[in-house]
């Protein structure tokens, strides 16, 4: 179980503190991405990944039947095979065959499955010394840590560190050098494996035709562990098993594009039974070379369990290639650590509730900032962001949340409280008003951003106005359902987004400008609100006579289309309207560059030069990229100058950014410096959350660059 929340602000507020991490932090996982993206570029990485995302979801429908053929063609091989129901069982197992052995040394390869069951303390306890032999997990044994990342454990670690830890343990200074630390590795540990009594090793793969074990490393510590001690253990969870070796070869195509940009690790071993020969008149013999036993501690741990859930069952198919931390904007920022329980970043955060309860990620849960990055480089295409919503609201259900923050979301929940809300707000803004912006006086959020005025006048209230200049003879029918933040701040930038689709022949109402989709009850975990919030909207857009239905929100169009079905599945008649509403739902940018390029919708040139901002949920769930670009060039004459990271998130977050305000400061800080470092004076995006928040930290730090909506941006140059 994990800490209390007192403890988990202590742990966050030492990784923000620490200039290390963050020197650790930004010298990887940077280089590990770029790394991935090169190595995805030389293959048919879609074609890969639902190759292998089919595969391992056949192999999780068939686990049962995986294991006991496992389990009876490693036995017919020389192997022993146990099941482990839960981590005590899998401690007590492995402990016993090492008092059997009367083992006084083991090393161990890198194993995720023996950090999650505690072995090495364990058998610590036991009295029998356990020498972790890959670099990264030495190194945080000597620092008495554990890991940080699922490939890299080390890799909070600054090289200066390192070598400041191998000096105590040589005794004398040592270089800080990579290959200086790596010789006194070489050399300190390569007398244990010949010393060792066991070796134990987890397994990337469990191959039930042959009951093959399948390792992937890149050090060579593995094979040493694997072949000089004269027992060797696996400790493996059930969901690594597979049916065939092309199921394996296929994890091997992407494993290590995935997790550290190779095209192929170092080494890749298939171990079938204990080492045997039948050189001498073709008598098999054990033990040769290698091991003269194998022993298999194949761990449920939860497992199971998970598999029964229509959901979670799809993060059983992760491979464990750490891709998902590499490109998490909080994990970035505080290291996983803070980010997790003992499995990190945000598979990390799906996977841990089911072994050690959801108590373990009850606060981390909230560094997720939902911006789907992870959903991208998944190789197994696991939804991590909506289970992570879904751990949110279990989390939530638990320890509760915030009283402020309850009272604001239960008020934000629907038209009626929602213009009352405003209203308090308008009233109290005045003071601290500035430019469109308030201006706090004082405290962290202060520091890192000005808030969103409310607008004197809501877009609603501008409906009619929009119906009077409705094109004579339009092409089609659009309801533009605004979303909150428009309605209430951005006003201008929804009164835009309706004159560009009249200007695509449209006949434009604004429906439902006062409600709100449930996106911040669904990021919060309230899940009962948002599901009473998505069924008011699906029974008011339903009626709707409209042939599409455009949100000039990315986000708010995700929620109403992807999340209203998941949320209200265990209702089939409410998930099959959901399901219908979403046929008539998009997004304003898809929508407009579609019909632009169709109508050939050319407005005047603007001499504008500008960089644009992939807003998160745009990039990652709509896979938007070149259509806004190709919008701002075509029709108004936009001179974009790229930036670099431009599909980042922004630090917003919905409301993290209000609760966890120095982490959000610091991914809006990344993303302010590479919008400067173009030297244009205006930023454009498509997504309100985006545009508040940039907005909002350009004008607390008095920048002078403007942000707006692309709808602002077509419709001036079309007006």
């Not at 209390?4 to 503190?17: G, I, M, V």
């Not at 079905?565 to 998930?575: K, N, Q, Y």
Request: glycine share 6%.
């Amino acid at each position: 179980m994990t800490a209390s929340k007192t403890e988990f602000h202590r742990r966050l507020d030492r990784a923000l503190s620490s200039e290390k991490l963050r020197t650790a932090l930004r010298r990887a996982l940077p280089e590990l991405r770029e790394r991935r993206d090169t190595r995805m570029r030389e293959i048919d990485w879609s074609g890969l990944r639902a190759d292998l995302t089919l595969r391992k979801a056949r192999a999780i429908d068939d686990l049962p039947a995986l294991v006991e053929r496992f389990t009876r063609e490693a036995e017919a091989v020389g192997a022993k095979v146990y099941r482990a129901v839960d981590a005590e069982e899998a401690r007590r197992i492995v402990s016993a065959i090492c008092r059997a052995k009367k083992a006084k040394l083991v090393v161990k390869s890198k194993s995720m499955a023996t950090e999650e069951i505690g072995l090495t303390d364990h058998l610590e306890s036991q009295g029998i010394r356990a020498v972790e032999t890959d670099l990264g997990e030495w190194i945080i044994q000597l620092a008495g840590e554990r890991p940080s990342h699922l490939i890299a454990p080390a890799i909070h670690k600054t090289r200066e560190e390192v070598a400041q830890l191998f000096a105590k343990v040589v005794g004398h200074p040592v270089p800080d050098d990579t290959a200086s630390l790596v010789a006194v590795a070489r050399t300190e540990l390569r007398q244990s494996f010949i010393d060792a009594d066991i070796g134990i090793t987890g397994g990337n793969a469990l191959i039930a035709e042959t009951g093959t074990l399948m390792l992937v490393t890149n050090e060579g510590n593995a094979d040493l562990a694997t072949t000089l001690p004269p027992v060797h253990i696996a400790v493996v969870g059930i969901e690594k098993l597979v049916p065939t070796l092309d199921d394996a070869v296929a994890i091997v195509k992407l494993l290590a594009r995935s997790g550290t940009g190779q095209k192929i690790t170092s080494y890749t071993q298939f171990i079938t039974g204990p080492s045997r020969s039948a050189d001498i008149e073709l008598k098999s013999q054990i033990g040769v070379h290698g091991p003269k036993e194998l022993h298999f501690v194949l761990i449920d741990n939860g497992r199971m369990a998970m598999r029964e859930d229509p959901f979670f069952r799809d993060a059983l198919r992760c491979i464990r290639c750490g891709a998902c931390s590499n490109v998490c904007p909080s994990y970035l920022e505080v290291g996983g650590h803070v980010f997790g329980h003992i499995y990190t970043g945000p598979i990390g955060l799906v996977v841990s509730p089911w072994h050690h309860g959801i108590e373990s990620v009850a606060h981390e849960q909230a560094l997720c900032m939902g911006c789907n990055a992870c959903d991208t480089v998944c190789p197994v295409g696991i939804p991590l962001a909506s289970l992570i919503t879904d751990v949110r609201a279990k989390a939530a259900e638990r320890t509760g949340m915030s009283w402020a923050k309850r009272v604001f979301l239960r008020q934000w929940s629907s038209p009626e409280r929602i213009d009352r809300i405003t209203g308090w707000l308008a009233a109290f803004q005045n003071p601290l008003r500035r430019n469109g912006n308030v201006r706090l006086p004082f405290g962290t959020l202060a520091q890192e951003k000005s808030l969103p005025a409310v607008a004197d006048n809501p877009l609603h209230y501008r409906a009619r106005e929009v119906t009077q200049t409705n094109p004579r003879d339009p092409v089609a029918q659009v309801a533009m359902f605004p979303s909150c933040i428009v309605d209430h701040f951005l006003p201008g930038a929804g009164y835009a987004a309706a004159r560009v689709l009249q200007a695509l022949g449209a006949e434009v109402h604004l429906v439902e400008g006062r409600r709100c989709c449930g996106l911040p009850q669904l990021n919060s975990g309230d899940r009962q609100t948002a599901v009473t919030m998505a069924k008011a909207a699906i029974e008011s857009l339903e009626r709707l006579r409209a042939d599409r239905i455009v949100i000039p929100s990315s986000s708010c169009a995700i929620t109403i289309v992807d999340d209203y079905e998941r949320i209200l599945a265990a209702e089939p008649a409410w998930a099959e309207r959901a399901r219908a509403l979403a046929q008539r739902v998009t997004a304003f940018t898809p929508f407009v560059a579609k019909a632009a390029r169709e109508r050939g919708l050319k407005g005047r040139p603007l001499g504008l030069r500008a960089t644009y901002h992939d807003a998160c949920q745009s990039a990652n769930v709509l896979g938007i990229h070149d259509e806004p670009r190709d919008l701002l060039r075509a029709v108004s004459g936009v001179e974009l100058v790229e930036m670099a990271e431009s599909s980042v998130c922004c630090g917003f977050g919905g409301s993290f950014s209000f609760e966890y305000p120095e982490v959000a400061n610091r991914v809006l800080e990344r993303k302010l410096a590479n919008i400067e470092a173009t030297g244009v004076d205006c930023v454009i995006a498509d997504n309100p959350g985006c545009l508040t928040h940039l907005r909002g930290g350009l004008d607390a730090r008095r920048t002078p660059i403007a942000v707006r909506h692309l709808a602002e941006v077509l419709w001036e140059s079309l007006s």
